[in-house]
């Protein structure tokens, strides 16, 4: 039905003619067709309009061409509907004026009714559905229950997550009680993802490589593993855990589909540690993409051959940075494209 | 002639009675009695003032009981040496008002003569051995290039120094230019703290974990590999480079006596990608230290016997945080001290 399926085909581990390619914050800063909706637009007034949240979606799909859509909202949108205040200020980042520090404050939370609280997404994604008219899928999206943790007890970005790591070590079992109530919640939010129309889920875990591997199994992987069984009988679903490479053979055993991979591991090591059971994405700097673009082209088409044929999408290892130029996206979408592996 | 000769020898590989113990940043704002002198003086006037970096120098010597003590100074001296602005705003982080980024901006900076612009670190040296005694060596140290030219380039901290990497990506020969310099630099700096009576010197590439495996050797090792040649034949060298777990066979083969790992790497693992041949120095999480004692006690055995007996050191995987108190960094080296590895 869908007029190209590469990426559902590679999650498979089926094999694909070319390598699908998307890459993570495609519907983002780097578009000056964004930055007129956001000039107009509040951040939450663009998650929570189902026809702005559209718009940017296609985006990228309409302009640099990618293999993918990717619903545009934003992972603290669970953190608000289970009914923590969630500010974000624009070029600063989040923040959330009452974060979690005691028993107290986690009865201040709850794990809601998502039809209720998120159905604004629900809408766009069935929106976008109608509007991509099976172009390409539609890639649904939430943070692992370990990074919002980081943000509902730190209140803030940080380097370290220091506030958030000290909660989890001075107090367990409250830490725990929070991420089994944030599992829960994103399970169901992700399902009803799933039923108004996304085709893949990926789990972004953007402050996983902050832990030791002992940490990441504890704090981390076993709430994203129940994730993973939730969904595994829906749609195929990606886990991208920024910097936890020493745990890709355990999330590949989760029976999640695909794997981010951020650019910081060989793409040859990364195949070695995760086993052949899984597609892997993944993995350009994007502060590369800021070279001129013959740079950009030697370099993706060195990183496709060393992912080698099948079971990988071209993706960046992490969000692409706003000062990227446009055809310096464009270029490295399109040299994903136009590259065959060598028989 | 050192009473206390533990961390040297464990460098060379030979038995020790225990594991020998100090803490990154073990000088530092955890300690009321360098908060004293924090609000007494400036950031640079403390490093510029031997009597002052010497007292602080020894405080944890003497109050925390580790087995080395480590130059208070800062990595940001040598961009400053070079004719670079440096200015530290305390708690807010250096910032460096007008930084690199064209090749006339390269022509305001020169490899200087150290004994000239950086007397005052020699002269703190040669105070503080005086002080010590010869109860524990005395650890000198600099910035890896790679991450002076993130800050001299980017003009302050960031998450991912995407400015500095964006000129090294757009204007190599520019960017190499600048690392042979701050190399150049560093190898007459380490020398004369050698001089001046530095028992072992350790390089700090606090983001070299911001490279991927193949730029993290061009724009990090080779220049590494320089300064750790320079010093060979005098004194121990000890590189950490922060979230570099690729390369760790690398940095062993480079000829350093120890290679310092952070805690996003197991013990075992880290073992066995640096090969026999080197100390390991770390790992423990600092926001580990805000736990309780008793899991700290338990957690910090846990990571003695991972590493093993012999050929290791015990530290953080990185610096100690401000809010740790002093009685867990206590609990920390005590364990470590007390501990006795089972035959």
Sequence with gaps: MLQ??????????????????????????????????????????????PELACAITLQPVDLVGVDAAILFSDILVVPQAMGLEVQLIESKGPYLPDPIKTAADLKRIRVPEVTETLGYVFEAIRLIKRELNNRVPLIGFAGAPWTLLCYMVQGKGSKTFDEAKAFCYQQPELAHQLLQMITDTTIAYLQEQVNAGADVVQIFDSWGGLLSPDDFEILSLQYMRQIVAALHDKVPTILFAKGAWHSLDKMAATGAQGLGIDWCIDPVMARKFAGNQVTLQGNFDPAKLLSPIPVIEKEVEKMLAAFGPGRHIANLGHGILPNVPVDHAKAFVHTVKNYRHSK
Tied chains: 1, 2.
């Design 4 to 49: 190209n399926d590469l990426i559902l085909r590679a999650l498979k581990g089926e094999a694909t003619e070319r390598t699908p390619v998307w890459m993570m914050r495609q519907a983002g800063r780097y578009l000056p067709e964004y930055m007129v909706l956001r000039e107009k637009y509040g951040f939450f007034e663009r998650c929570q309009t």
